[in-house]
């Protein structure tokens, strides 16, 4: 028990750092439009329209949505 209680303690005291996330939006690129807004050094897995499954970065995701909404940006202004 007292070990239990240390291996405890010892995870509060020295928490993981986040592996950085990524994000499974295959079904919303509104999904991945609010994802990256909020984590602009991500990635987002997205579907094409075959139905593969790929992995883009937030940064080129973001440059190909303001080819059709200019007024979508990531980080800050």
């Known amino acids: 028990m007292?070990?239990?209680?240390?291996?405890?303690?010892?995870?509060?005291d020295n928490?993981?750092?986040?592996?950085?996330?990524?994000?499974?939006?295959q079904e919303s690129i509104e999904n991945a439009k609010f994802y990256c807004k909020?984590?602009?050094?991500?990635?987002?897995?997205?579907?094409d329209y075959s139905g593969d499954v790929?992995?883009?970065?937030?940064s080129v995701f973001a440059a190909e949505q303001q080819l059709t909404d200019s007024s979508y940006?990531?980080?800050?202004d």
């Open 2 to 12: 007292r070990n239990y209680a240390k291996s405890e303690v010892s995870r509060i």
């Open 15 to 25: 928490p993981t750092k986040p592996i950085k996330s990524n994000v499974n939006v």
């Open 38 to 47: 909020r984590y602009p050094d991500s990635f987002v897995s997205l579907r």
């Open 54 to 58: 790929y992995n883009e970065t937030c």
């Open 73 to 76: 940006k990531i980080g800050s």
